[in-house]
């Protein structure tokens, strides 16, 4: 499958997707693989589930999609979520209608600048301010780790440091901004045209 870019141009989106943790389960590599050590991908969870941003997402995970945040005041917007997730993820949910076990969605997190173009009024990628990961996890892999539960991994990170979690517990650091979403898994798939295909 081709690998889609980001197109420089976004249509105006409001939503807004939480943070997350780095786990011992392997990302999935195959369509419908969940055990896949492929050596393309990095194992972004450690044996007591804590998770980090995984180095090479931009270069081996498929592009999902991106949101806008609208401004409070004013055009444009305040933030652009740019979401990823890992090979052969896409390929799985087109199939069975979700994300297979391992599966791990990127979302980084940028302020934004806007200023006229030729084009209209334009907000673009400014400064990374973090990255929100998830990764699937249906089995309940690690039930003491307060980042894990209700078949996910949860976690954000600073852009100052990929490696360290600044979340606590999923349930009131990241869960709440996903309720509307739990008919779909915790997932605003909606915004994601590429699983719809």
């Not at 976004?10 to 990302?27: G, K, N, Q």
């Not at 090479?56 to 652009?80: C, H, M, N, V």
């Not at 100052?160 to 979403?181: R, V």
Request: glycine share 8%; with cysteine; charged share 15%.
């Amino acid at each position: 499958m081709a690998k889609v870019r980001v197109p420089a141009l976004l249509s105006m989106v409001a939503l807004t997707f939480c943070a997350a943790p780095l786990i011992s389960l392997a990302p999935v590599g195959r369509a419908g693989a969940t055990d896949d050590p492929s050596p393309s991908t990095n194992a972004i969870a450690d044996a007591e589930g804590a998770l980090r941003v995984p180095a090479d997402y931009r270069s081996t995970y498929e592009y999902l999609g991106a949101w806008a945040i609208a401004a409070d005041q004013g055009p444009g917007s305040k933030q652009l979520h740019s979401v990823y997730a890992s090979t052969g993820a896409v390929t799985a949910f087109r199939t069975n209608g979700h994300f297979p076990d391992g599966a791990v969605l990127v979302k980084e997190v940028y302020k934004t600048a806007t200023s006229p173009m030729t084009t209209g009024t334009v907000s673009h990628a400014e400064t990374l301010a973090g990255w929100f990961v998830m990764v699937k996890d249906s089995k309940n892999s690690h039930p003491q780790n307060k980042l894990w539960g209700s078949g996910w991994a949860w976690s954000w990170f600073d852009a100052a440091n990929p490696l360290k979690t600044t979340s606590t517990d999923y349930t009131t650091d990241c869960q709440p901004c996903h309720i509307p979403a739990q008919s779909t898994d915790w997932i605003y798939t909606q915004g994601y045209p590429v699983l719809h295909k």
